[in-house]
Each structure stands twice: as structure tokens, then as C-alpha cells.
């Protein structure tokens, strides 16, 4: 144990980088993108100190150049599930006794190694495995990440200092104790930095985690394991495994060890895995822990006083920034009709300017969607809006999967509030715009709220005091990141804590101490020091 009372270096945070024409670090990321992109790796299963190469196999692909092939990874059986598993819960018995700033400097050392000699890998990885253009790489997977690292530091150690009151005679204390048994980390492709913190997080307050990434981010995946590795994470604390979602997460939850979840997907498969906890239940020796972050179908609304190039500058980043692929992305917009054409022209203007392509080529805005699947639902979204009578193509409407799967940014204006692109996640770059009378603002805001199961970003604009006041009031639940005169995107952990209620998750605020607090079991501990000897009290004299 530590002799004394560690403060933890102060977090700040990181500094994004321009990659501005002749910058260092843009040559750095395309000599790095081009090292990834012409060469193959082989990425096995991590359990403990072993690297297990199954032999049954599937390629990496980038989604901008889905015939060519950077490498490989290794598909877990059940076997490798479980001897993950019983790694964990051997490897816990010294990790959840290390002491905390031991812990700490490990992840405080992973936050400088990605700021350092692992920035240009990292970057480069997202934007091959990911089809991120350089800018959404480098706030996701070089600075949310580093920032979710040394912040998450900062708030352990306020949370351990946490102390309760003492009494005269008495001294009470908290030890907040990793949970007991381990943790199952799911992560998704869209974000980087969520595949590093959701298993880093859990694991800097003592636990041991199983982490399942995404299929589709295993690429950037591996340089999250190598950036730990060199920290000095011991072996067994995160293991990793990749294979068929279903059997992992059956054998996971059949654990009686299985402590908690912590999970970033789809809101159904969050909901069938909470489903199958609680089948389970009998079987675990402790509740388990259930921390997720889902869907969303975020709004912008406006306001007739709002100014109309802010409005549209909002919806272009806001809906189409890494293809619209973003939990927090814009994709139903409400405008007022005396202001809705000239917003409606100006970003037809932006989005006719976009360039789109790889994103080794910085002059392209828009670069792929993920896979095919996720291509063909937008196709079809696409060509339906094409035949439906309630709604109109303003722009875009295009899409060739012929190398990579580019979806060109589109702009549905529908006459129903309910149109089907109104109220269903699609997850990519197709906005939805619905033009209100400017008479029924305070109607269309509960319309606002109606809409959608889902409750994560969402953002107004209005120069009118009033009105911001009665849209935050009126849309108070609908919206766990509400954002005033701002597009519903880019949350700075320490800055804007994320998360949202409703179909959108479990609103435990991924970037604060709220989420580290759910992976701890405190323990009071009280000491007295002169302990009775009579059991009467003066009442009985």
C-alpha cells in the first residue's frame, strides 16, 4: 500500500490537432495510413499472457475499400470465452489489491503514449478500420481518449477521497471495492474511444473485464491492446475476445462471477441481454451491474427567432459529420416555415460542396459507411422517400457500393412528423426535416417529444430567452445532452458528461465520476475506540 495522500496530475483537455497542408502530424498519419493500409495483420485473441490464433478467421476490410484486405482476426469458440473468464477472476486477486495510484499510473501512461508515439497509429487505424476522415479520428481516438483517461484518473481519485463524517470515539470509513467477480465490456465501431474506455474504466477501479469489440473496429481494437500492453497493464486484467455476439454473451452472463455489464449497441440487443440477466438471476452472486448507452433519434428544433446560417451549419455537422454515424447525430429537424427555405438552401449549398472518397484524401468531408448492411438500409430508406408522396429528396439521394459503401448525405423534407425516417434510427448520413407553422412552436415542441423512444441529444435554437427557457422545460426528457444555439454532437468528457435515458440507455454519464461510481461496491468500515462494557442506558436509571 501507498505511504501518504496522492494527488493525481491535474486533467486537462487534449489539444486538437489541425493537420493543416504541410503540419507534421499530417505527414505523420498518412506515412502511418499507408504502412497499415499496404501491409496485413493477424490479430488473435488476448487471454492473459497468451495471444490465441484459432485459425478460423475473417478478414479486415476498410469500409472506403471493402475489396482490399489489411488483415485478419481469430474467432473465440466457447472454450476460449470461458478460459478468458477463469483468467479474469485469477488475475483479480492481484489486481484488485494493487494499490490505486498503481493503477492509476498505468492508465495515466496509456494517456501519453496515445498523445505521443501512438497518436498516428491510432488515428490511422480508426480512419482505415472506421472510414474516419483525420479530423473526426483525431477528436475520437486520439483526444476523447486520452481525455476519458486522465479524467476518469481525476474522478477516481475525488471518489476515494469521499469520506463520510466521524463521531466523537468514532471513526467511519469507505473503501470502494471493485465489484466481485468481473465485468463484460460490448463496445461498438463508431467510436474509438468508447472501445478503450468502457473495459479501461471499469478495470482502473480494480476490476478484471472481458471486453467484446465491435467486428467492425477490431483493426483500431488491437492498437488499444498494444497501447495498454506497453503501459504496463498485467496480463489477465482486460482479456479479449471476438466471434459470434450471441455465444459470448451467453457464456458470459451464465457466470455465476458475471459482476456487471458495460455496454455501448443497438437498444434491442441491449434490452435482450438485460432480458437474459435477469433470467439469470439466480444464478449470480451479486446483482450485476447494467451500464448501457443505446440509440437515439436526435432533434434540432428551431425557433422562427433563430438565426437561419447557424441553423444550417448545425444540421451539416450535426447529421452529417462521419456519416451521420454517431449516437448523438442529428436526423429529424424541426424548422419554422418563414425561415425553413432559406436554411433548407443553405444546406443544400454545404452538402454540394461536400468532397466524398477515401479518407487518406483530406479534401474529403464524407468518406464510407460502415459495412454493407448498414449501406442497403439506408439504399432502401432512400428509394422509398423517392416514391413516397409525404416526402421530397431536398438533396443527395445517391449511393454506389462498387468500392467502398458511400452513401451521399441526404435531405428528406417530409409534410408527416411521423414519417418513417422521422421516427426510426438509421444510423447514417440521412437527415429528416419536418417545416412547421411558426404559430405552433409550443405544439411542435411536445411533438418533439413524442416522437421518439428515444432520449439522448438534442439541441434548439432560438434567440428568443423565453422560448430557449420553455423548450428546455418542455423537452426535459427527452434529451440526456441538451444543447442550446449548438448542433447535438461532439460531448468534451470533463465538459459535457454523455449519456441518455428513455430507449437511449441507462444515462450513466460516460466522462464523469457518475459512470466510475458504478464499478465500485463501497464498504463502510466503523471503528470505535472505546467500545462499550454495560449494555443499560441512562434512560433505564
Not at 477490431?218 to 482486460?238: C, H, Q, R, T, W
Not at 428513455?502 to 475506540?529: H, M
Request: charged share 20%; proline share 6%; hydrophobic share 40%.
Amino acid at each position: 500500500m501507498g505511504k501518504g495522500f496522492f494527488h493525481v496530475p491535474a486533467a486537462v483537455n487534449e489539444p486538437v490537432k489541425t493537420y493543416a497542408p504541410g503540419s507534421p502530424e499530417r505527414e505523420a498519419v498518412l506515412k502511418q495510413y499507408d504502412e497499415f493500409f499496404n501491409s496485413k495483420v493477424d490479430v488473435p485473441l488476448y487471454i492473459g499472457s497468451e495471444e490465441i490464433k484459432t485459425g478460423n478467421t475473417k478478414p479486415l476490410s476498410p469500409p472506403h475499400d471493402h475489396q482490399h484486405i489489411v488483415g485478419q482476426y481469430h474467432l473465440a469458440e466457447k472454450s476460449h470465452v470461458e478460459k478468458a473468464i477463469a483468467n479474469n477472476l485469477e488475475a483479480r486477486k492481484k489486481w484488485a489489491a494493487l494499490s490505486w495510484e498503481q493503477r492509476a499510473a498505468i492508465f495515466l501512461k496509456a494517456a501519453d503514449l496515445i498523445a505521443g508515439p501512438y497518436r498516428a497509429k491510432i488515428n490511422a487505424a480508426t480512419m482505415i478500420a472506421q472510414s474516419k476522415n483525420i479530423h473526426q479520428a483525431e477528436i475520437d481516438s486520439a483526444c476523447e481518449l486520452i481525455d476519458f483517461l486522465k479524467f476518469n484518473i481525476e474522478y477516481m481519485a475525488k471518489i476515494y477521497d469521499d469520506q463520510p463524517e466521524s463521531d466523537e470515539g468514532i471513526w467511519n470509513r469507505v473503501e470502494y471495492r471493485p465489484l466481485e467477480g468481473f465485468v463484460y465490456a460490448v463496445t461498438p465501431f463508431n467510436f474509438t474511444a468508447i472501445a478503450g474506455n468502457l473495459p479501461a474504466s471499469a478495470a482502473m477501479m480494480g476490476n478484471v473485464v472481458v471486453w467484446k469489440p465491435s467486428d467492425s473496429q477490431i483493426y483500431s481494437a488491437k492498437i488499444i491492446v498494444d497501447i495498454f500492453k506497453e503501459a504496463g497493464l498485467p496480463d489477465g486484467v482486460i482479456n479479449v475476445v471476438y466471434g459470434d455476439p450471441e455465444m459470448i454473451t451467453n457464456t458470459v452472463l451464465a457466470s455465476p462471477d458475471f459482476a456487471g455489464i458495460h455496454f455501448t449497441g443497438s437498444t434491442k440487443v441491449f434490452k435482450g441481454i438485460w432480458k437474459k440477466i435477469g433470467d439469470n438471476i439466480d444464478t449470480y452472486k451479486t446483482y450485476p451491474r447494467i451500464v448501457g448507452e443505446t440509440g437515439g433519434k436526435d432533434f434540432i428544433v428551431a425557433h422562427p427567432s433563430a438565426n437561419p446560417k447557424q441553423v444550417a451549419t448545425a444540421i451539416t455537422r450535426g447529421a452529417f459529420e462521419f456519416q451521420g454515424q454517431k449516437c448523438s447525430a442529428a436526423s429529424r429537424v424541426y424548422l419554422p416555415k418563414s425561415i425553413a427555405t432559406e436554411i433548407l438552401d443553405y444546406v443544400k449549398a454545404d452538402v454540394e460542396s461536400f468532397k466524398i472518397g477515401a479518407p487518406n484524401n483530406m479534401e474529403n468531408f464524407i468518406t464510407a459507411v460502415i459495412h454493407e448492411g448498414s449501406f442497403d438500409k439506408l439504399a432502401s430508406y432512400i428509394d422509398q422517400a423517392k416514391k413516397d408522396s409525404e416526402a421530397e429528396i431536398y438533396v443527395g439521394g445517391t449511393y454506389d457500393k462498387s468500392k467502398g459503401y458511400f452513401v451521399h448525405p441526404t435531405v428528406i423534407v417530409t409534410t408527416d412528423p411521423q414519417y418513417k425516417t422521422m421516427t426510426t434510427e438509421l444510423f447514417g448520413p440521412v437527415v429528416t426535416v419536418y417545416v412547421y407553422e411558426d404559430k405552433k412552436w409550443s405544439e411542435t415542441l411536445e411533438l418533439v417529444d413524442n416522437t421518439s423512444e428515444y432520449g439522448l441529444t438534442g439541441a434548439v435554437f432560438s434567440s428568443d430567452r423565453y422560448t430557449i427557457e420553455e423548450a428546455t422545460r418542455a423537452l426535459e426528457n427527452c434529451a440526456g445532452n441538451f444543447y442550446i444555439n449548438d448542433k447535438p454532437t461532439g460531448a468534451v468528457v470533463g465538459q459535457q458528461p454523455f449519456g441518455g435515458a428513455r430507449a437511449s440507455g441507462t444515462n450513466d454519464k460516460a466522462g464523469s465520476s457518475q459512470n466510475l461510481l458504478r464499478w465500485v461496491s463501497p464498504r463502510l468500515i466503523k471503528e470505535t475506540f472505546v467500545t462499550p462494557v454495560d449494555y443499560r442506558y441512562p434512560f433505564l436509571g
